[in-house]
């Protein structure tokens, strides 16, 4: 298994880790099913009303796809299947709320994540970027999500700098994409009180 699922049954909350910390938590195919299938459960759980989405360890909230996995594709050069559209809790019709608790790196796929959370709390020790344009790729779906919490400058820059472009947790709370900072290691208790309280 490659999250780690821990349930707080007296207030309602589940809190889910990306558990892949020699990876710094970068997504295969595995962990995306996964990612889907949880989703798609807590849609039903009437004991979960809220939920925390963090990584495991200090370096990486998540690194987005791992790019040492081969992601198979349909023969046809216009159509190209994106293994990550499915991982978010709203892609997969989850209404109740999530939580994001960030601690060191979120970038690239991250941004499915991210996008499609409530709150995002984060150390302060954390960052934000987008590496797409430095490998060449398009930034299309990651920006997208992201111009829903940030002000569309602060996307475009970050999309087109690629890792040249490392926003600090202080920049991503004052432009909306963080909620809360924290002292470095207190983004998952932060972000478990705060759903605590949602979810009552």
Known sequence: MAL???REAAAGVVLVTLDRPAKLNAIDLETAGELTSLWRELRYDESVRAAVL????????????????????PPSPYALDD???RIGPKANDLWKPVIAAVEGMACGGAFYLLGEAEFVVASREATFFDPHTTYGMVSAYEAIAMAQRMPYG??????LMGTAERVSA????????VSEVTEPGGAVAAALRAAAVIAG
Request: hydrophobic letters at 40%; proline letters at 5%.
């Open 4 to 6: 780690r699922i821990e």
């Open 54 to 73: 963090t990584g495991a360890g200090t370096r990486a909230f998540c690194t987005g796809i791992d790019r040492g996995v081969e992601v198979p594709q």
């Open 154 to 159: 602060e996307v475009a820059r970050m999309s």
């Open 83 to 85: 293994p990550l559209l």
């Open 170 to 177: 202080e920049r991503a709370y004052a432009v909306g994409l």
